[in-house]
Protein backbone atom coordinates (compact mmCIF):
# COMPACT_ATOMS: atom_id res chain seq x y z
CA UNK A 1 0.00 0.00 0.00
CA UNK A 2 1.07 3.42 -0.64
CA UNK A 3 1.95 6.13 1.36
CA UNK A 4 -0.82 7.93 -0.35
CA UNK A 5 -3.64 4.95 -0.05
CA UNK A 6 -3.20 4.65 3.37
CA UNK A 7 -3.82 8.66 3.70
CA UNK A 8 -7.11 8.23 1.95
CA UNK A 9 -8.29 5.23 3.74
CA UNK A 10 -6.38 3.98 6.79
CA UNK A 11 -6.18 0.90 8.34
CA UNK A 12 -8.64 -0.30 11.27
CA UNK A 13 -8.23 -2.36 14.41
CA UNK A 14 -11.40 -4.52 13.89
CA UNK A 15 -13.97 -5.21 11.20
CA UNK A 16 -13.93 -5.84 7.41
CA UNK A 17 -12.71 -4.49 4.42
CA UNK A 18 -15.06 -4.86 1.12
CA UNK A 19 -12.07 -5.58 -1.54
CA UNK A 20 -11.84 -5.72 -5.13
CA UNK A 21 -15.27 -3.88 -5.56
CA UNK A 22 -15.52 -3.16 -9.39
CA UNK A 23 -14.16 0.67 -9.98
CA UNK A 24 -18.08 2.39 -9.88
CA UNK A 25 -20.08 0.30 -7.78
CA UNK A 26 -18.97 1.35 -4.58
CA UNK A 27 -21.23 3.74 -4.08
CA UNK A 28 -24.09 1.19 -4.90
CA UNK A 29 -22.27 -1.05 -2.53
CA UNK A 30 -22.43 2.06 0.11
CA UNK A 31 -26.20 2.34 -0.24
CA UNK A 32 -26.26 -1.44 0.76
CA UNK A 33 -24.69 -0.74 3.51
CA UNK A 34 -26.34 2.25 3.78
CA UNK A 35 -30.23 0.19 4.08
CA UNK A 36 -28.87 -2.53 7.04
CA UNK A 37 -30.18 -1.03 10.13
CA UNK A 38 -27.48 -3.44 12.05
CA UNK A 39 -24.79 -1.25 11.03
CA UNK A 40 -26.70 2.00 11.49
CA UNK A 41 -23.15 2.56 14.68
CA UNK A 42 -20.57 1.46 12.19
CA UNK A 43 -17.88 3.55 11.19
CA UNK A 44 -17.17 3.47 8.05
CA UNK A 45 -14.90 4.38 5.17
CA UNK A 46 -15.00 4.78 1.09
CA UNK A 47 -12.33 4.63 -1.54
CA UNK A 48 -13.25 4.70 -5.06
CA UNK A 49 -11.05 4.34 -7.69
CA UNK A 50 -8.14 2.55 -6.76
CA UNK A 51 -5.53 1.33 -9.13
CA UNK A 52 -5.12 -2.63 -8.77
CA UNK A 53 -3.07 -4.84 -10.38
CA UNK A 54 -5.71 -7.44 -11.34
CA UNK A 55 -8.38 -5.29 -11.66
CA UNK A 56 -7.67 -2.25 -13.21
CA UNK A 57 -9.47 0.06 -11.10
CA UNK A 58 -11.56 -0.70 -7.97
CA UNK A 59 -13.59 0.93 -4.99
CA UNK A 60 -12.71 -0.51 -1.64
CA UNK A 61 -14.94 -0.09 1.53
CA UNK A 62 -13.94 -0.13 5.36
CA UNK A 63 -16.69 -0.96 8.05
CA UNK A 64 -15.48 -1.38 12.04
CA UNK A 65 -18.27 -3.29 12.78
CA UNK A 66 -18.36 -7.05 14.66
CA UNK A 67 -20.59 -8.83 12.11
CA UNK A 68 -21.78 -8.47 8.64
CA UNK A 69 -25.52 -9.11 8.15
CA UNK A 70 -26.43 -11.77 6.28
CA UNK A 71 -28.52 -10.24 3.93
CA UNK A 72 -26.03 -7.76 3.13
CA UNK A 73 -23.38 -10.68 1.89
CA UNK A 74 -26.46 -12.03 -0.34
CA UNK A 75 -27.07 -8.26 -1.79
CA UNK A 76 -23.20 -8.18 -2.52
CA UNK A 77 -23.64 -11.42 -4.57
CA UNK A 78 -26.08 -9.74 -6.69
CA UNK A 79 -25.08 -6.07 -7.10
CA UNK A 80 -21.25 -6.96 -6.90
CA UNK A 81 -19.98 -10.35 -6.82
CA UNK A 82 -16.53 -11.14 -6.78
CA UNK A 83 -15.81 -8.90 -4.34
CA UNK A 84 -13.62 -10.22 -1.14
CA UNK A 85 -14.55 -9.71 2.08
CA UNK A 86 -11.95 -9.74 4.61
CA UNK A 87 -12.36 -10.04 8.76
CA UNK A 88 -9.50 -7.51 10.00
CA UNK A 89 -8.76 -8.55 13.95
CA UNK A 90 -5.74 -6.50 15.85
CA UNK A 91 -5.39 -4.79 12.26
CA UNK A 92 -4.44 -8.49 10.42
CA UNK A 93 -6.38 -9.59 7.95
CA UNK A 94 -7.46 -13.34 9.93
CA UNK A 95 -10.19 -14.40 7.03
CA UNK A 96 -10.99 -14.10 3.79
CA UNK A 97 -14.17 -14.93 1.69
CA UNK A 98 -14.61 -14.05 -2.11
CA UNK A 99 -18.51 -13.66 -2.55
CA UNK A 100 -19.58 -16.05 -5.36
CA UNK A 101 -22.90 -15.61 -7.41
CA UNK A 102 -24.90 -18.04 -6.08
CA UNK A 103 -27.47 -20.87 -7.88
CA UNK A 104 -30.35 -18.74 -6.03
CA UNK A 105 -31.58 -15.61 -5.18
CA UNK A 106 -34.09 -15.83 -1.94
CA UNK A 107 -36.29 -12.64 -1.89
CA UNK A 108 -33.69 -10.55 -2.50
CA UNK A 109 -35.11 -8.69 -5.49
CA UNK A 110 -38.38 -8.10 -7.95
CA UNK A 111 -39.10 -9.75 -10.64
CA UNK A 112 -38.49 -7.77 -13.79
CA UNK A 113 -41.67 -9.03 -15.38
CA UNK A 114 -44.46 -6.39 -14.42
CA UNK A 115 -47.19 -8.63 -15.24
CA UNK A 116 -45.38 -11.34 -13.35
CA UNK A 117 -47.55 -12.24 -10.06
CA UNK A 118 -44.76 -11.31 -7.45
CA UNK A 119 -45.59 -7.63 -8.61
CA UNK A 120 -49.33 -8.06 -8.08
CA UNK A 121 -48.38 -9.23 -4.26
CA UNK A 122 -45.46 -8.03 -3.25
CA UNK A 123 -46.20 -9.83 -0.36
CA UNK A 124 -44.67 -13.17 -1.86
CA UNK A 125 -41.42 -13.79 -1.57
CA UNK A 126 -39.78 -14.06 -4.95
CA UNK A 127 -36.92 -16.90 -6.21
CA UNK A 128 -34.61 -16.52 -9.21
CA UNK A 129 -32.57 -19.85 -9.98
CA UNK A 130 -29.70 -19.71 -11.88
CA UNK A 131 -30.28 -20.84 -15.18
CA UNK A 132 -27.27 -23.21 -15.60
CA UNK A 133 -23.81 -22.80 -13.62
CA UNK A 134 -21.62 -20.12 -14.80
CA UNK A 135 -24.71 -18.47 -15.95
CA UNK A 136 -25.45 -14.80 -15.59
CA UNK A 137 -28.85 -14.96 -16.08
CA UNK A 138 -31.78 -16.54 -13.89
CA UNK A 139 -35.06 -17.32 -14.11
CA UNK A 140 -38.29 -16.35 -11.98
CA UNK A 141 -39.54 -18.32 -10.04
CA UNK A 142 -42.68 -18.27 -10.81
CA UNK A 143 -43.56 -16.32 -14.19
CA UNK A 144 -40.31 -18.05 -15.61
CA UNK A 145 -38.98 -14.78 -17.24
CA UNK A 146 -34.94 -14.88 -17.77
CA UNK A 147 -33.33 -11.61 -16.76
CA UNK A 148 -29.59 -10.71 -16.00
CA UNK A 149 -27.82 -10.61 -12.89
CA UNK A 150 -27.50 -6.83 -14.00
CA UNK A 151 -30.98 -6.34 -14.07
CA UNK A 152 -32.08 -8.19 -10.70
CA UNK A 153 -29.53 -5.93 -9.28
CA UNK A 154 -31.57 -3.00 -10.56
CA UNK A 155 -35.05 -4.53 -8.79
CA UNK A 156 -33.64 -5.18 -5.08
CA UNK A 157 -35.99 -5.33 -2.35
CA UNK A 158 -35.58 -3.55 0.54
CA UNK B 1 -46.54 -35.26 -1.99
CA UNK B 2 -49.18 -33.51 -3.84
CA UNK B 3 -48.77 -33.33 -7.74
CA UNK B 4 -49.33 -30.01 -9.49
CA UNK B 5 -48.87 -29.57 -13.50
CA UNK B 6 -47.67 -26.12 -13.60
CA UNK B 7 -45.10 -25.53 -16.70
CA UNK B 8 -43.92 -28.20 -19.40
CA UNK B 9 -40.52 -27.47 -18.48
CA UNK B 10 -41.19 -29.03 -15.44
CA UNK B 11 -41.86 -32.29 -17.30
CA UNK B 12 -39.08 -34.52 -18.69
CA UNK B 13 -39.27 -36.56 -21.77
CA UNK B 14 -40.51 -39.87 -20.12
CA UNK B 15 -43.54 -37.60 -17.80
CA UNK B 16 -44.38 -36.02 -21.42
CA UNK B 17 -44.71 -39.75 -22.50
CA UNK B 18 -46.46 -41.49 -19.36
CA UNK B 19 -48.97 -38.51 -19.57
CA UNK B 20 -49.61 -39.80 -23.34
CA UNK B 21 -50.01 -43.29 -22.40
CA UNK B 22 -52.45 -42.44 -19.54
CA UNK B 23 -54.55 -40.18 -22.04
CA UNK B 24 -54.70 -43.34 -24.49
CA UNK B 25 -55.74 -45.39 -21.43
CA UNK B 26 -58.38 -43.39 -20.34
CA UNK B 27 -59.84 -42.47 -23.84
CA UNK B 28 -60.11 -46.27 -24.44
CA UNK B 29 -62.51 -46.75 -20.89
CA UNK B 30 -66.03 -47.36 -21.56
CA UNK B 31 -68.00 -44.29 -20.82
CA UNK B 32 -69.44 -45.79 -17.80
CA UNK B 33 -66.64 -46.93 -15.87
CA UNK B 34 -65.21 -43.52 -16.25
CA UNK B 35 -68.10 -41.95 -15.29
CA UNK B 36 -67.27 -43.65 -12.00
CA UNK B 37 -64.06 -42.89 -11.15
CA UNK B 38 -64.12 -39.52 -9.01
CA UNK B 39 -67.71 -39.92 -7.05
CA UNK B 40 -67.73 -36.93 -4.76
CA UNK B 41 -64.21 -34.99 -5.82
CA UNK B 42 -64.98 -31.27 -6.82
CA UNK B 43 -62.81 -29.39 -9.29
CA UNK B 44 -62.58 -25.24 -8.84
CA UNK B 45 -62.32 -23.66 -12.03
CA UNK B 46 -61.09 -20.29 -11.13
CA UNK B 47 -60.96 -18.36 -14.46
CA UNK B 48 -59.35 -14.59 -13.93
CA UNK B 49 -59.94 -14.00 -17.51
CA UNK B 50 -62.94 -15.15 -19.83
CA UNK B 51 -61.59 -18.64 -21.58
CA UNK B 52 -65.00 -20.62 -22.59
CA UNK B 53 -63.16 -23.47 -24.40
CA UNK B 54 -60.67 -24.59 -21.91
CA UNK B 55 -62.85 -24.03 -19.05
CA UNK B 56 -66.02 -25.93 -20.51
CA UNK B 57 -62.87 -28.20 -21.47
CA UNK B 58 -62.08 -29.07 -17.86
CA UNK B 59 -65.40 -29.17 -16.58
CA UNK B 60 -66.09 -31.43 -19.11
CA UNK B 61 -63.47 -33.66 -18.30
CA UNK B 62 -64.23 -33.83 -14.58
CA UNK B 63 -68.04 -34.23 -15.03
CA UNK B 64 -67.18 -37.58 -17.41
CA UNK B 65 -65.09 -38.63 -14.69
CA UNK B 66 -68.15 -38.59 -11.99
CA UNK B 67 -66.79 -36.04 -10.41
CA UNK B 68 -68.62 -31.86 -9.93
CA UNK B 69 -67.36 -28.84 -10.78
CA UNK B 70 -67.37 -25.16 -9.04
CA UNK B 71 -65.72 -21.94 -10.07
CA UNK B 72 -66.10 -18.71 -11.88
CA UNK B 73 -65.32 -17.75 -15.31
CA UNK B 74 -63.84 -13.89 -14.27
CA UNK B 75 -62.93 -12.14 -12.28
CA UNK B 76 -65.24 -9.78 -11.75
CA UNK B 77 -67.68 -12.59 -10.35
CA UNK B 78 -64.93 -13.11 -7.84
CA UNK B 79 -63.79 -11.65 -4.51
CA UNK B 80 -61.25 -10.11 -6.63
CA UNK B 81 -64.16 -7.67 -7.42
CA UNK B 82 -64.22 -6.97 -3.77
CA UNK B 83 -60.30 -6.49 -3.76
CA UNK B 84 -59.38 -10.16 -2.24
CA UNK B 85 -55.72 -11.30 -2.72
CA UNK B 86 -55.37 -13.76 -5.29
CA UNK B 87 -53.77 -15.76 -2.44
CA UNK B 88 -56.76 -15.06 -0.27
CA UNK B 89 -58.40 -16.69 -2.99
CA UNK B 90 -56.60 -19.73 -3.28
CA UNK B 91 -56.34 -20.33 -0.01
CA UNK B 92 -60.52 -19.72 0.67
CA UNK B 93 -61.25 -22.33 -2.16
CA UNK B 94 -58.79 -25.07 -1.34
CA UNK B 95 -61.15 -25.47 1.24
CA UNK B 96 -64.00 -26.03 -1.30
CA UNK B 97 -62.33 -28.22 -3.50
CA UNK B 98 -60.14 -31.40 -4.45
CA UNK B 99 -58.23 -29.65 -7.26
CA UNK B 100 -57.90 -26.42 -8.81
CA UNK B 101 -57.56 -25.39 -12.53
CA UNK B 102 -56.50 -21.96 -12.66
CA UNK B 103 -56.48 -19.51 -15.74
CA UNK B 104 -54.78 -15.81 -14.72
CA UNK B 105 -53.81 -12.75 -16.81
CA UNK B 106 -50.65 -12.66 -14.52
CA UNK B 107 -47.82 -14.49 -15.18
CA UNK B 108 -46.80 -16.90 -12.66
CA UNK B 109 -49.73 -17.60 -10.52
CA UNK B 110 -50.39 -21.10 -11.10
CA UNK B 111 -47.14 -21.79 -9.60
CA UNK B 112 -47.92 -19.39 -6.54
CA UNK B 113 -50.90 -21.33 -6.11
CA UNK B 114 -49.21 -24.46 -5.99
CA UNK B 115 -47.11 -23.52 -3.27
CA UNK B 116 -50.04 -21.87 -1.37
CA UNK B 117 -52.27 -24.77 -1.82
CA UNK B 118 -52.09 -28.11 -0.05
CA UNK B 119 -54.05 -29.39 -2.98
CA UNK B 120 -53.20 -30.02 -6.61
CA UNK B 121 -53.10 -26.98 -8.75
CA UNK B 122 -53.62 -27.13 -13.15
CA UNK B 123 -52.35 -24.24 -14.74
CA UNK B 124 -54.67 -23.41 -17.24
CA UNK B 125 -52.76 -20.36 -18.61
CA UNK B 126 -50.72 -17.74 -17.17
CA UNK B 127 -50.22 -15.05 -19.10
CA UNK B 128 -47.97 -15.00 -21.37
CA UNK B 129 -46.43 -17.89 -20.56
CA UNK B 130 -47.44 -20.95 -20.18
CA UNK B 131 -50.49 -23.55 -21.00
CA UNK B 132 -49.28 -26.99 -20.53
CA UNK B 133 -52.56 -28.66 -20.69
CA UNK B 134 -52.40 -27.42 -24.35
CA UNK B 135 -49.39 -28.55 -25.27
CA UNK B 136 -50.04 -32.13 -24.20
CA UNK B 137 -52.88 -32.21 -25.93
CA UNK B 138 -51.61 -31.59 -28.87
CA UNK B 139 -48.51 -33.85 -28.11
CA UNK B 140 -51.49 -36.37 -27.73
CA UNK B 141 -52.98 -35.39 -30.90
CA UNK B 142 -49.72 -35.57 -32.95
CA UNK B 143 -49.19 -38.91 -31.61
CA UNK B 144 -52.53 -40.19 -32.38
CA UNK B 145 -52.78 -39.29 -35.92
CA UNK B 146 -49.24 -40.26 -36.78
CA UNK B 147 -48.34 -42.85 -34.33
CA UNK B 148 -45.70 -41.14 -33.09
CA UNK B 149 -44.06 -37.06 -32.35
CA UNK B 150 -40.29 -38.15 -33.63
CA UNK B 151 -39.27 -36.77 -36.66
CA UNK B 152 -42.66 -35.23 -37.43
CA UNK B 153 -42.34 -32.30 -39.63
CA UNK B 154 -44.62 -29.35 -38.35
CA UNK B 155 -45.27 -25.82 -40.00
CA UNK B 156 -46.34 -23.24 -37.31
CA UNK B 157 -48.56 -20.60 -38.77
CA UNK B 158 -49.69 -16.81 -37.62
CA UNK B 159 -49.01 -15.18 -34.36
CA UNK B 160 -45.46 -17.07 -33.48
CA UNK B 161 -44.24 -14.23 -31.06
CA UNK B 162 -46.92 -13.63 -29.02
CA UNK B 163 -48.86 -17.41 -28.95
CA UNK B 164 -48.08 -18.54 -25.66
CA UNK B 165 -49.22 -22.33 -27.60
CA UNK B 166 -46.65 -22.47 -30.13
CA UNK B 167 -43.87 -21.06 -27.42
CA UNK B 168 -45.24 -23.91 -25.02
CA UNK B 169 -45.45 -26.85 -28.36
CA UNK B 170 -42.06 -25.99 -29.50
CA UNK B 171 -40.03 -26.37 -26.03
CA UNK B 172 -41.51 -29.71 -25.95
CA UNK B 173 -40.96 -30.71 -29.38
CA UNK B 174 -37.35 -30.01 -28.87
CA UNK B 175 -37.32 -32.95 -26.15
CA UNK B 176 -38.42 -35.35 -29.00
CA UNK B 177 -36.42 -36.72 -31.55
CA UNK B 178 -35.55 -34.65 -35.00
CA UNK B 179 -38.80 -32.86 -34.88
CA UNK B 180 -38.35 -30.76 -38.43
CA UNK B 181 -40.34 -27.25 -37.51
CA UNK B 182 -40.99 -24.58 -40.54
CA UNK B 183 -41.93 -21.51 -38.97
CA UNK B 184 -44.43 -19.27 -41.15
CA UNK B 185 -45.35 -15.92 -39.51
CA UNK B 186 -45.54 -12.03 -40.75
CA UNK B 187 -42.00 -10.64 -39.80
CA UNK B 188 -43.57 -8.37 -36.96
CA UNK B 189 -44.54 -11.94 -35.25
CA UNK B 190 -41.32 -13.85 -35.57
CA UNK B 191 -41.06 -16.64 -33.36
CA UNK B 192 -38.67 -15.08 -30.44
CA UNK B 193 -34.67 -15.83 -30.87
CA UNK B 194 -34.62 -17.64 -27.57
CA UNK B 195 -36.62 -20.58 -28.67
CA UNK B 196 -34.93 -20.87 -32.07
CA UNK B 197 -31.62 -20.68 -30.41
CA UNK B 198 -33.15 -23.37 -27.74
CA UNK B 199 -32.35 -26.51 -30.62
CA UNK B 200 -29.24 -25.89 -30.51
CA UNK B 201 -27.53 -29.33 -29.02
CA UNK B 202 -31.07 -31.06 -29.91
CA UNK B 203 -31.99 -32.90 -32.70
CA UNK B 204 -34.88 -30.33 -33.38
CA UNK B 205 -34.71 -28.05 -36.57
CA UNK B 206 -36.50 -24.31 -37.36
CA UNK B 207 -36.25 -22.73 -40.92
CA UNK B 208 -38.05 -20.11 -41.76
CA UNK B 209 -40.09 -20.01 -44.68
CA UNK B 210 -42.87 -17.41 -46.03
CA UNK B 211 -44.84 -19.62 -48.14
CA UNK B 212 -48.11 -21.46 -46.36
CA UNK B 213 -48.71 -23.33 -49.86
CA UNK B 214 -45.03 -24.67 -49.96
CA UNK B 215 -45.81 -25.87 -46.10
CA UNK B 216 -48.96 -28.33 -47.19
CA UNK B 217 -47.18 -29.45 -49.46
CA UNK B 218 -44.11 -30.59 -47.30
CA UNK B 219 -45.45 -30.76 -43.94
CA UNK B 220 -47.13 -33.60 -42.02
CA UNK B 221 -48.61 -31.41 -39.92
CA UNK B 222 -49.42 -27.08 -40.34
CA UNK B 223 -50.38 -25.85 -37.04
CA UNK B 224 -52.20 -22.62 -37.50
CA UNK B 225 -53.07 -20.21 -34.72
CA UNK B 226 -55.36 -16.95 -34.69
CA UNK B 227 -53.47 -13.48 -34.71
CA UNK B 228 -54.39 -12.03 -31.60
CA UNK B 229 -56.41 -8.82 -31.98
CA UNK B 230 -55.56 -8.09 -28.31
CA UNK B 231 -51.89 -8.27 -28.15
CA UNK B 232 -51.81 -5.22 -30.32
CA UNK B 233 -50.84 -1.99 -28.51
CA UNK B 234 -51.44 -0.28 -32.10
CA UNK B 235 -54.39 -1.90 -33.79
CA UNK B 236 -52.63 -0.19 -37.22
CA UNK B 237 -50.38 -2.87 -36.95
CA UNK B 238 -53.20 -5.66 -36.29
CA UNK B 239 -54.97 -4.30 -39.34
CA UNK B 240 -51.13 -4.69 -41.75
CA UNK B 241 -51.04 -8.95 -40.84
CA UNK B 242 -54.90 -10.15 -39.58
CA UNK B 243 -55.25 -12.19 -42.88
CA UNK B 244 -52.19 -12.58 -44.10
CA UNK B 245 -52.38 -16.46 -43.07
CA UNK B 246 -55.55 -17.81 -44.56
CA UNK B 247 -56.15 -21.41 -45.31
CA UNK B 248 -58.85 -22.34 -47.64
CA UNK B 249 -60.17 -25.97 -48.61
CA UNK B 250 -58.42 -25.44 -52.23
CA UNK B 251 -55.45 -25.17 -51.06
CA UNK B 252 -54.88 -28.31 -49.41
CA UNK B 253 -55.41 -30.01 -53.42
CA UNK B 254 -52.35 -30.47 -53.49
CA UNK B 255 -51.31 -31.59 -50.02
CA UNK B 256 -50.19 -35.13 -49.13
CA UNK B 257 -52.90 -37.31 -47.57
CA UNK B 258 -51.18 -37.47 -44.14
CA UNK B 259 -51.68 -33.57 -43.82
CA UNK B 260 -53.48 -32.70 -40.20
CA UNK B 261 -53.89 -29.03 -40.28
CA UNK B 262 -54.54 -28.36 -36.46
CA UNK B 263 -55.53 -24.96 -34.61
CA UNK B 264 -55.79 -24.67 -30.53
CA UNK B 265 -59.27 -22.79 -31.20
CA UNK B 266 -61.05 -19.92 -31.66
CA UNK B 267 -60.57 -19.38 -34.88
CA UNK B 268 -61.23 -16.06 -36.83
CA UNK B 269 -60.65 -16.16 -40.72
CA UNK B 270 -57.27 -18.29 -40.55
CA UNK B 271 -59.20 -21.68 -41.66
CA UNK B 272 -61.99 -20.89 -43.85
CA UNK B 273 -64.85 -23.02 -42.88
CA UNK B 274 -64.64 -25.13 -45.89
CA UNK B 275 -61.49 -27.08 -44.58
CA UNK B 276 -63.57 -28.27 -41.87
CA UNK B 277 -65.21 -30.93 -44.75
CA UNK B 278 -61.80 -32.39 -45.73
CA UNK B 279 -59.77 -35.28 -44.66
CA UNK B 280 -57.07 -32.66 -43.37
CA UNK B 281 -59.24 -31.45 -40.15
CA UNK B 282 -58.24 -32.20 -37.18
CA UNK B 283 -58.81 -29.04 -34.60
CA UNK B 284 -62.10 -30.69 -33.91
CA UNK B 285 -60.77 -33.81 -33.21
CA UNK B 286 -57.80 -31.58 -31.25
CA UNK B 287 -60.27 -30.43 -28.71
CA UNK B 288 -61.94 -33.97 -28.21
CA UNK B 289 -58.30 -34.61 -27.11
CA UNK B 290 -58.25 -32.25 -24.73
CA UNK B 291 -61.16 -33.66 -22.67
CA UNK B 292 -59.11 -37.18 -22.67
CA UNK B 293 -55.99 -35.29 -21.54
CA UNK B 294 -57.35 -33.33 -19.31
CA UNK B 295 -59.03 -36.36 -17.58
CA UNK B 296 -56.04 -38.23 -17.52
CA UNK B 297 -54.33 -35.09 -15.51
CA UNK B 298 -56.75 -35.21 -13.05
CA UNK B 299 -56.94 -38.49 -12.59
CA UNK B 300 -53.37 -38.13 -11.79
CA UNK B 301 -53.12 -35.19 -9.54
CA UNK B 302 -55.90 -36.95 -7.91
CA UNK B 303 -53.71 -40.76 -7.14
CA UNK B 304 -56.92 -41.94 -9.01
CA UNK B 305 -55.00 -43.40 -12.56
CA UNK B 306 -57.23 -46.28 -13.51
Given at each position: ???QN???IP??????V?????A????P?M?LI??R????DA???L????K?????R????KL????LPE????ML?LVSP??T???I?????????VI???????????????N?I???E??VA???????????H????????V???AELA????A | M?K???S???L?????????D?????E?LP???????L????L?T?F????TR?????E???????????????AAN???????SFSD?I?T???????IAVRH?KE??????A??A????LN??????QHP?QTL???Y????FF?RV?GL??A?????????T????CR??????G????????E???L??Y?????????AT??ESE?L??????S?V????R???????????Y???????R???K????APA??K?L????R???IS?????T?H?G??????N??I????????????R?
Amino acid sequence: MTPQNILLIPKIERGFVIDHIVAGLGIPVMALIGRRPELGDAVVTLGLNYKSTRMGRKDMIKLQADALPERLLQMLALVSPGVTIKRIANFEVVEKVVIQVPELFDNLARCINPNCITNGEPHVATRFKRLESGSKHFKCGHCERVCSLAELAGHLKA
Amino acid sequence: MKKDLISIDDLGLEQILDYLDLAARVEALPAEKKAGLLPGKILATLFFEPSTRTRLSFESAMCRLGGRVIGFSEAANSSTAKGESFSDTIRTVEQYADVIAVRHPKEGTARLAAEIAGIPILNAGDGANQHPTQTLLDLYTLRKFFGRVDGLKIALVGDLKYSRTIHSLCRALLAFDGVAMTLISPESLRLPGYLTKAAAGTTATFRESESLVDALRDSDVVYMTRIQKERFPDLVEYEKVKDCYRLEAKMLAGAPARLKVLHPLPRVNEISPDVDATPHAGYFEQARNGVIMRQALILDLLDARP
